[in-house]
């Protein structure tokens, strides 16, 4: 007959192997919050606006803007030394901005009848762990964003994109809900100061020229680290 004390040494090795088996899953993310490869997906609002005194439609300076949804994915690398994060970072994003008529008057943008397209960026950020789950931060880099340029001659539809290039700044807080996961706030600031008409069809790019547009963003996002 088996011993009572080795059936309750054989229950207990199970159960403590059990317990261990999640334990071990959970140790082959990051073993801090704030380090590692991470991946994540955006959205917030997106507003860019005409750094230009030209007018388009004679009452107004075309310093009107364009707003709309924004959204995308981003991914990184963070180094943690201490309360120190730093490491790169790119990201992706689409807007539903558009140009639109409001109460009869057509908002031109400088750039004539647009709809925005994908913005491109790729930089760095520094941060600073200030609780142990919780890491305010700076960023920068380069952005190139698309504008989708529409327009009509007699019957012939001229299908145009902007190819603009610039800088962005920002500033944000991100927050660990574990050491895998995470949830952040920001704000940044995009400047597009040179662009390009790209043509579709048989028609050849244009010339590079100077450009002012103002980009604001305020971005939530959700992520996880491997």
């Avoid at 192997?17 to 899953?25: S, V």
């Avoid at 008057?105 to 930089?123: A, I, S, W």
């Amino acid at each position: 007959m088996e011993h009572p004390m080795k059936k309750i040494l054989v229950c207990l090795a199970l159960g403590t192997a059990a317990i261990a088996a999640p334990a071990m899953a959970q140790d082959t993310g990051p073993a801090q919050p704030f380090s590692g490869f991470h991946v994540e997906a955006l959205a917030g609002y997106d507003v860019t606006k005409a750094g230009s005194s030209v007018d388009d439609d004679v009452n107004v300076d075309n310093d009107q803007s364009i707003d709309g949804f924004a959204y995308g994915v981003g991914a990184g690398y963070d180094f943690r030394s201490g309360n120190l994060v730093f490491g790169p970072e790119a990201e992706v994003t689409w807007s539903t901005a558009k140009t639109k008529f409001d109460d009869g008057d057509f908002e031109g943008f400088g750039l004539g009848n647009v709809k925005t397209n994908r913005d491109l960026y790729v930089g760095a950020r520094v941060g600073y762990v200030v609780t142990p789950t919780t890491m305010i931060y700076a960023k920068g880099g380069y952005t190139n964003a698309k504008f989708d340029v529409r327009s009509t001659f007699g019957n012939v539809e001229t299908n145009r994109d902007i190819d603009a290039d610039g800088w962005r700044i920002g500033a944000g807080v991100e927050q660990a809900i574990t050491n895998n996961a995470f949830v952040k706030l920001e704000y940044r600031y995009s400047n597009y100061e040179k662009g390009e008409l790209d043509y579709t069809g048989d028609f050849a790019d244009g010339q590079r020229f100077d450009l002012d547009l103002d980009r604001h963003q305020v971005m939530a996002g959700v992520g996880v680290r491997f």
